[in-house]
Nanobody
Framework: DVQLQASGGGLVQPGGSLSLSCTASGFNFNAGGWFRQAPGKERERISGINNFDGKTYYEDSVKGRFTISSDVAKNTIYLQMTRLEPEDTAVYYC??????????????????WGQGTQVTVSS
């Protein structure tokens, strides 16, 4: 079976940290990233990784606070989140597919989605 299993969400105070993981089974995770969807808002891309060249990509809203990484042997990607803000509250989804770039632009075309994990930043 093809599956992306995300985990690691929870409740954290502003300024705190959380780490998410996403493990693929049934296929090799070559490229993809993390998205999030806050209540009443559209799903947005926040970070991407390409295992072919190791390059990582971030939206400005999370740059410098979040770090995406990959363990190829475990077929898993991670999202280390620091200095969390209430505006980071959302359901976080991992996605696997293709990642393309054009100049400074990057685009993920998801083929598989994880089930989503809730991150709540609140005091």
């Amino acid at each position: 079976d093809v599956q992306l299993q995300a985990s690691g969400g929870g409740l954290v105070q502003p300024g705190g940290s959380l780490s998410l993981s996403c493990t693929a089974s049934g296929f090799n995770f070559n490229a993809g990233g993390w998205f999030r969807q806050a209540p009443g808002k559209e799903r947005e891309r926040i970070s991407g990784i390409n295992n072919f060249d190791g390059k990582t990509y971030y939206e400005d809203s999370v740059k410098g606070r979040f770090t995406i990484s990959s363990d190829v042997a475990k077929n898993t990607i991670y999202l280390q989140m620091t200095r969390l803000e209430p505006e980071d509250t959302a359901v976080y989804y991992c996605a696997a597919g293709t990642l393309s770039t054009f100049g400074s632009q990057w685009h993920i075309r998801p083929v598989y989605w994880g089930q989503g994990t809730q991150v709540t930043v609140s005091s």
